[in-house]
């Protein structure tokens, strides 16, 4: 185990409770992301709508940016341990119902855009109590940003593997079976952080009301430039950019002429770039310049997504899928680490809130913004855009990437 924690790209697993907890949601990480691809090629079987694949999507992300606000709060105020067992158990639920309208062959569009709606609150209480974990499960501080990589790695890995044993699964035993699997991924979570051994919880006495506590973190955010910009940065990435994923389903059958195993591949392909990027980040020395990672991020997925549009053979496009992949995953990875290393301990919690409803609130607009454009302009027209609009958006915040600073220390 020294060997191995020797290694900058592992360094975060001598701490036990992080390996449990690193362990237990990739487990579910593989589940959530079979879940994932059977629900948009279930709705697309059902409608050959893109924007009702748009709506899909807004209808699990965008609950999440309605409830961050407590979601939030919820990770700094209350035990975060409780409330991701709580948020597992709920998302087991939610899977098993999808499972049986599938099974009972009872699926209509409108039944599966509610449960994607409470699948999202789910989330939004979820994500922030475990990103904000990670400062209790590392034992030590200068871990953190590899630790975080890792954690984010987990996601890529899934991203992965899941789309395509979906779609291997959705063609030898159909999109139940996914839902049935994703369901009993979640034990993953709940046995990990039953194996932890974890500090006594001290319930905190002096609170504020949710609404002044949030304020109190946007102006935080607000006031602190270098998360500030990273939170308008990765706004402004995920309602122009990063809904590309939106029409994928409509380059497999039409574009490729294939069906859902192409599905799964594309998205596979997708998830080599995005495995390669955190490992590229997980590996990084301490204090590297995450902001000039940031913007190469920025410039590769603008880059991919120009050319994956444009090609019509599968082999070649899939490389640029995958380079498509990296910088969506850099950008993610490197926002991450910067929000949560650069944070408050009294504010980390809500400022992670913060950034997730950067994410949850615009890509959940930016796929009806995607599928509606894609309806009339076509799937290739669609992604070509998004791919010019990243290297604008890099081009913008130039300046702040390549404008020097004192880093900030994890252990603040």
Known sequence: MKKINQLNVFSAFASRNYTLYFF??????????????????????????????????????????????????????????????????????????????????????????????????????????RQSMLHDVVSNPDHLPNAVALTTATAS?????????????????????????????????????????????????????????????????????????????????????????????????????????????????????AVSGTIFLASRKPGGNLKRILFLSAILLGVGLICFSQIKFFPLAMVFAAVAGFGAMGQYTASNIMVQSGSDPAMRGRAIGILLMAIFGMSPLGSLITGAVSERFGAPATVLGQGIIALIIALVFIRFLFRREKVVSAQQ
């Open 157 to 273: 890995l899934a991203q992965l593997l899941g789309p395509a044993l979906s779609g291997i699964v959705l063609s030898a035993f159909g999109a139940g079976v996914c839902f049935l699997l994703n369901a009993a991924s979640f034990g993953g979570v709940i046995l990990s952080i039953m194996l932890m051994k974890l500090p006594v919880y001290i319930p905190k006495t002096v609170r504020k009301k949710v609404v002044a506590e949030f304020a109190e973190g946007l102006a935080y955010v607000k006031n602190t430039p270098s998360i500030g910009l990273v939170v308008v940065m990765t706004a402004a990435i995920s309602l122009l950019v990063l809904p590309y994923n939106t029409v994928l389903p409509v380059f497999a059958k039409i574009i490729f002429k294939g069906g859902a195993s192409t599905f799964g591949y594309i998205n596979s392909f997708i998830g080599i770039g």
């Open 24 to 129: 237990g949601r990739a487990v579910s990480q593989f589940g959530t992301w079979m879940q994932r691809t059977a629900v948009i090629w279930v709705v697309y079987s059902i409608t050959h709508s893109p924007f009702l694949i748009g709506v899909t999507i807004f209808a699990e992300q965008f609950p999440s940016f309605l409830f961050s606000i407590p979601g939030g709060v919820a990770a700094d105020r209350y035990n975060r341990y409780t409330i991701i067992k709580i948020c597992q158990v709920s998302s087991m639920i939610q899977a098993v119902l999808l499972a049986l309208l599938v099974i009972t062959g009872h699926t209509v569009v409108w039944e599966i855009l509610v449960l994607s709606v409470f699948l999202g609150i789910i989330n939004a209480f979820d994500i922030p109590a």
